[in-house]
Nanobody, 121 residues
Framework: VQLVESGGGLVQAGGSLKLSCAAS????????MGWFRQAPGKEREFVAL????????AYADSVKGRFTISRDNAKNTVYLQMNSLKPEDTAVYYC???????????????WGQGTQVTVSS
């Protein structure tokens, strides 16, 4: 599976960005997709998840109400609309495929190269 993120950039606090993640190599519509981020000196953290049909989403508390995850299975693409951005949202953002491992468990496998988001105060 190949994942390519895009849409990052420099934005002022309060602004918006929309990230895209284009997937290839598997039947995209069969898999849940997630967004993660990693700030300098910090561990990678979960941001948002969307189920394979797009019927259900989940968000980290830190972005709830500001970020929206969506997907277009016809385009093999998942999006992250980020509004009301804060300096603490500055990070490299990654998308990933969530793979079932059995027994109701999952793992995030296949990562893109990431896209940098920088929010200035």
């Amino acid at each position: 599976v190949q994942l390519v993120e895009s849409g990052g950039g420099l934005v002022q606090a309060g602004g918006s960005l929309k990230l895209s993640c284009a997937a290839s190599g598997r039947t995209f519509s069969n898999y849940d997709m997630g967004w993660f981020r990693q700030a300098p000196g910090k561990e990678r953290e979960f941001v948002a998840l969307i189920r394979f049909r797009g019927s259900s989403t989940a968000y980290a508390d830190s972005v709830k109400g500001r970020f929206t995850i969506s997907r277009d299975n016809a385009k093999n693409t998942v999006y992250l609309q980020m509004n009301s951005l804060k300096p603490e949202d500055t990070a490299v953002y990654y998308c990933s495929v969530r793979i079932p491992t059995g027994g109701g468990e999952y793992e995030y496998k296949y990562w893109g190269q990431g896209t940098q988001v920088t929010v200035s105060s």
